[in-house]
């Protein structure tokens, strides 16, 4: 596992010299939560961390199976890494190393509303049992799920998505963990650290503890367990 230090003045240092330190811990079956919309807010070297890492049977939950962008989690299905995936837009044109699996029946798809997976890992990090929702009541797609009539709808529970390891990109960071997100990268990425029990955030710069003003951290520090700092674009 990727070691924390100290700082000079006895502060904790979450950061990692490589991506391969970052991922350290990665298992084989591990539920893996890769956050991004899009090509935005997309940790592509902690995902490629993951890749050269050679884990498999993984359970895979994002946004996306990929845009054919260099780095995205599309080179985790070409890998055939990913047992099982569960996103909300699995159809891009560009996906094709996810078509090819799920098409041999080798990856399993969850497909779930991008409002659902949002509130599952909301459930998640809040330690609650679940949520009951009208969304998708009465589909196929939740057959078998326990339903409820609430002002005289149908609802079906959903059940938190916790998941072992969060990959998240931040734009800023500092020793402690705090982030900052740039524009969209807030949306899934703050969620998914919450919900993670081993949080690790690609961040485009390193700051000093306190150079992120207190209204500007849109995530704690606490939630954050390894910090690697790559630079690079936005």
Not at 21 to 34: E, S, T
Not at 69 to 81: A, E, S, T, W
Not at 122 to 132: E, H, I, P, T, V
Request: charged share 20%; aromatic share 4%.
């Amino acid at each position: 596992m990727a070691k924390r230090t100290e700082s000079p003045g006895g502060v904790p240092d979450k950061t990692v010299s490589d991506p391969a330190a970052a991922v350290a811990g990665v298992r084989d079956g591990a539920v893996v939560l890769v956050g991004g919309w899009g090509g935005i807010g997309v940790p592509e070297e902690l995902i490629g961390a993951v890749a050269a890492s050679g884990v498999t049977d993984l359970v895979l939950a994002s946004n996306n199976c990929g845009m054919g962008r260099p780095g995205d989690v599309g080179q985790l299905f070409r890998n055939g890494q990913v047992r099982r995936a569960i996103a909300t837009f699995p159809a891009h044109p560009a996906a094709t190393d996810f078509r090819t699996r799920f098409e041999n029946g080798e990856v399993e798809l969850e497909l779930i509303p991008q409002g659902t997976l949002a509130e599952r890992l909301r459930a998640a990090g809040a330690g609650l049992g679940g949520f009951f929702t009208p969304t998708g009541a009465g589909t196929r797609l939740t057959a078998g799920r326990e339903t409820r009539v609430i002002d005289g709808l149908p609802h079906i529970l959903e059940p938190p998505l916790r998941g072992d390891m969060a990959l998240i990109k931040a734009d800023q960071a500092d020793g402690l963990g705090n982030l900052r997100f740039r524009y969209a990268a807030r949306g899934l990425n703050p969620i998914m650290a919450m919900a993670a029990r081993t949080t690790v955030v690609q961040a485009d710069e390193l700051v000093p503890v306190g150079g992120i003003h207190p209204d500007d951290v849109h995530l704690p520090g606490i939630f954050v367990d390894r910090v690697l700092v790559t630079g690079g674009g936005r």
